[in-house]
C-alpha cells in the first residue's frame, strides 16, 4: 500500500500545493481524496523528521561517550520503511532500521563512505535478494514484514560551524553536540535539517521540498521550503545528497527485489508517498 502522490510542484510554495475547493464537487465539511493524500504524505514526512532528529541526538550522545575507548564515526544512517497505521487505516506508521560505523579510514570521509556503501549494496543484492532491515542495519525498529521502504537518511556530526572533532574538542558534555541530518524519500522529497546542541538552545531548523502541512497552515514541525536545486547546490551538500540519492535508488531497487521474492506483493515506488526484525529503540 503506497501513499498517493501529493503532486507538489517544486517551484511554489507551500501552501500552495492543496488544489482549491469546489463548493460544487466537495460538500462543506468535507476533504478532498487529494487533500487527505497530501495529509497522509506530510504526516509522514514529519514522522521521518522526528525518527532522524531522535537518531541525531543519540548518535551525538553515542559518539560523545565513546570518543575515547571505542570512537565510531561522525555518519549514521536509516533506512525508512512505512506500513498503514492498523489503528487509523488513512495514516501510515513509520519504522527506521540504522546502521553507525566504528571510526576509521573508511569511515572518516562522508562522500566516500556514501559512494562504498551504495557500491557494497549494489553488490550483496546482485547476488540475492537482500532484506535491508537484517542486511545492512546495526538495529532495528520493531515493523511488520510487507513494511515498504520509502526512503533514506543520514545523521551527521559536522555541521556548519564545524566538524565532529572540532565540536567534540570544545564541548563539556554530549548534549551539546550539535547535528545535521539530509533525508531523500521516495516521492521527491528532499529534507535537511540543522540541529544545534543544548548550549544553544536546541535549536532545530528544518529545510523542505515538500510541504509539511497536515492540514492547512499546520506543520507538526515549522520550516522552511527551499527548491531542490537550491538545497543539492548548496556547498556544504554538493557530493553529499548526490551520494545519498543513488543509495536511495539502490536500496529501492534492493528492498523491490526482496519483497517479491517473500510474494509479499510488488513494491510500490512511493513517487507520491506513501518475519518482524526484532531490535530495541536505540539510535
Same mark, same amino acid.
Given at each position: 500500500?503506497?501513499? @498517493?502522490?501529493? &503532486? $507538489?510542484?517544486? +517551484?511554489?510554495?507551500?501552501?500552495?500545493?492543496?488544489? @482549491?475547493?469546489?463548493?460544487?464537487?466537495?460538500?462543506?465539511?468535507?476533504?478532498?481524496?487529494?487533500?487527505?493524500?497530501?495529509?497522509?504524505?506530510?504526516? =509522514?514526512?514529519?514522522?521521518v523528521i522526528s525518527r532522524m532528529r531522535r537518531m541525531n541526538v543519540l548518535h551525538a550522545?553515542?559518539?560523545?561517550? %565513546? #570518543?575515547?575507548?571505542?570512537?565510531?564515526?561522525?555518519?549514521?544512517?536509516? *533506512?525508512? *520503511?512505512?506500513?498503514?497505521?492498523?489503528?487509523?487505516?488513512? #495514516? *501510515?506508521?513509520? &519504522?527506521?532500521?540504522?546502521?553507525?560505523?566504528?571510526?576509521?579510514?573508511?569511515?572518516?570521509?562522508?562522500?566516500?563512505?556514501?559512494?562504498? *556503501?551504495?557500491?557494497? $549494496?549494489?553488490? /550483496?543484492?546482485?547476488?540475492?535478494?537482500?532484506?535491508? #532491515?537484517?542486511?545492512?542495519a546495526n538495529r532495528c525498529d520493531p515493523m511488520p514484514a510487507e513494511a515498504v521502504y520509502?526512503?533514506? &537518511?543520514?545523521?551527521?556530526? !559536522?555541521?556548519?560551524?564545524?566538524?565532529?572533532?572540532?565540536?567534540? !574538542?570544545? $564541548? !563539556?558534555?554530549?548534549?551539546?553536540?550539535?547535528?545535521?541530518?539530509?533525508?531523500? =524519500?521516495? !516521492? #521527491?522529497?528532499?529534507?535537511?535539517?540543522?540541529?544545534?546542541?543544548?548550549?544553544?538552545?536546541?535549536?532545530?531548523?528544518?529545510?523542505?521540498?515538500?510541504? /509539511?502541512?497536515?492540514?492547512?497552515?499546520?506543520? /507538526?514541525?515549522?520550516?522552511?521550503?527551499?527548491?531542490?536545486?537550491?538545497?543539492? %547546490?548548496?556547498?556544504?551538500?554538493? +557530493?553529499? /545528497?548526490?551520494?545519498?540519492?543513488?543509495?536511495?535508488?539502490?536500496?529501492?531497487?534492493?528492498?523491490?527485489?526482496?519483497?517479491?521474492?517473500?510474494?509479499? &506483493? @510488488?513494491?510500490?515506488?512511493?513517487?507520491?508517498? @506513501?518475519?518482524?526484525?526484532?531490535?530495541?529503540?536505540?539510535?
Amino acid at each position: 500500500m503506497s501513499i @498517493p502522490y501529493s &503532486g $507538489v510542484d517544486r +517551484n511554489v510554495s507551500p501552501g500552495t500545493d492543496l488544489p @482549491p475547493r469546489d463548493s460544487q464537487q466537495t460538500p462543506i465539511g468535507a476533504v478532498s481524496a487529494e487533500a487527505q493524500a497530501q495529509a497522509t504524505a506530510a504526516d =509522514l514526512r514529519s514522522q521521518v523528521i522526528s525518527r532522524m532528529r531522535r537518531m541525531n541526538v543519540l548518535h551525538a550522545q553515542l559518539a560523545w561517550q %565513546q #570518543r575515547r575507548r571505542a570512537p565510531i564515526a561522525a555518519y549514521g544512517l536509516a *533506512f525508512l *520503511f512505512a506500513y498503514p497505521d492498523p489503528r487509523r487505516p488513512a #495514516r *501510515f506508521v513509520l &519504522g527506521a532500521a540504522t546502521r553507525l560505523w566504528k571510526a576509521g579510514p573508511e569511515s572518516a570521509h562522508v562522500d566516500r563512505l556514501l559512494f562504498d *556503501f551504495d557500491q557494497h $549494496v549494489a553488490s /550483496l543484492s546482485r547476488d540475492k535478494p537482500l532484506d535491508i #532491515r537484517t542486511g545492512l542495519a546495526n538495529r532495528c525498529d520493531p515493523m511488520p514484514a510487507e513494511a515498504v521502504y520509502t526512503g533514506v &537518511g543520514l545523521s551527521s556530526l !559536522d555541521t556548519h560551524t564545524g566538524s565532529w572533532e572540532q565540536a567534540r !574538542d570544545r $564541548v !563539556d558534555s554530549g548534549s551539546d553536540i550539535p547535528g545535521r541530518i539530509l533525508i531523500v =524519500l521516495s !516521492d #521527491r522529497t528532499l529534507i535537511v535539517c540543522e540541529r544545534r546542541g543544548l548550549n544553544e538552545f536546541n535549536e532545530f531548523q528544518v529545510h523542505c521540498t515538500h510541504s /509539511l502541512e497536515i492540514a492547512s497552515g499546520r506543520a /507538526l514541525h515549522p520550516y522552511s521550503w527551499v527548491d531542490a536545486e537550491q538545497l543539492r %547546490q548548496d556547498s556544504q551538500n554538493l +557530493n553529499v /545528497l548526490r551520494f545519498l540519492e543513488q543509495l536511495h535508488e539502490t536500496l529501492w531497487q534492493a528492498d523491490n527485489a526482496w519483497l517479491a521474492r517473500r510474494q509479499v &506483493g @510488488p513494491a510500490h515506488r512511493l513517487h507520491g508517498m @506513501p518475519g518482524v526484525h526484532g531490535g530495541g529503540h536505540g539510535y
